[in-house]
Nanobody, 127 residues
Framework: QVQLVESGGGLVQAGGSLRLFCAASGRTFSSYAMAWFRQAPGKEREFVAAISRSGSNTYYSDSVKGRFTVSRDNAKNTMYLQMNSLKPEDTAVYYC????????????????????WGQGTQVTVSS
């Protein structure tokens, strides 16, 4: 079955950086679009970034644009989220998600368009 496993979270000071990893297994990773979402305490889960199957198309939420970079290595079945200039408001559990199609289209922010989810990794940014 499809499995997504996030790692790389931790505690970092404001202004610092972290790199998250999402390791996928169970099907051909390179065929499917992927995304990162996050959920802060007491808030709903929100879109962070998305990447098409080839990596040629990427999208970001306004709150992370210019600070975060999503990428993927299809040979390693892994997606990454490089997070720079971290702020306390970035504190959340970060989830990776996979679609059943390779393109992103216009609904890449919609959680219901993603079929598989990881268990999440905690990112805490101290002020």
């Amino acid at each position: 079955q499809v499995q997504l496993v996030e790692s790389g979270g931790g505690l970092v000071q404001a202004g610092g950086s972290l790199r998250l990893f999402c390791a996928a297994s169970g099907r051909t990773f390179s065929s499917y679009a992927m995304a990162w979402f996050r959920q802060a305490p007491g808030k709903e889960r929100e879109f962070v970034a998305a990447i098409s199957r080839s990596g040629s198309n990427t999208y970001y939420s306004d709150s992370v644009k210019g600070r975060f970079t999503v990428s993927r290595d299809n040979a390693k079945n892994t997606m990454y989220l490089q997070m720079n200039s971290l702020k306390p408001e970035d504190t959340a559990v970060y989830y990776c998600a996979s679609r059943n199609v390779g393109y992103l289209g216009t609904l890449y922010r919609a959680q219901e368009t993603y079929s598989y989810w990881g268990q999440g990794t905690q990112v805490t940014v101290s002020s």
